[in-house]
Nanobody
């Protein structure tokens, strides 16, 4: 069965860093586009970052450019989101998304940026 398991969320102070991981199984990871999305209370789910199957192409939301980095390790079937210089407005539930011949979502992991 397909699984996308996020980890690495938690509470961090403004200016701090966090690395999220998404471990995938049950589908062909190496040919799938992967992405990170987030949703804050009262807001729509929004794209944070996306990475192509080979890792050669990345896309970022304007709000996180220069601060976040998406990467993937196809040998480990894992996608990462390195988050630096975190701001309170980054607080949200972060979701991992896989686009294969179907679309799959992880369960989400909470990131809270607060003093």
């Amino acid at each position: 069965q397909v699984q996308l398991v996020e980890s690495g969320g938690g509470l961090v102070q403004p200016g701090g860093s966090l690395r999220l991981s998404c471990a995938a199984s049950g589908f062909t990871f190496s040919t799938s586009t992967m992405g990170w999305y987030r949703q804050a209370p009262g807001n729509e789910r929004e794209l944070v970052a996306r990475i192509s199957s080979t890792g050669g192409t990345t896309t970022y939301a304007d709000s996180v450019k220069g601060r976040f980095t998406i990467s993937r390790d196809n040998a480990k079937s894992t996608v990462y989101l390195q988050m630096n210089s975190l701001k309170p407005e980054d607080t949200a539930v972060y979701y991992c998304k896989a686009v294969s011949w179907k679309v799959y979502w992880g369960q989400g992991t909470q990131v809270t940026v607060s003093s």
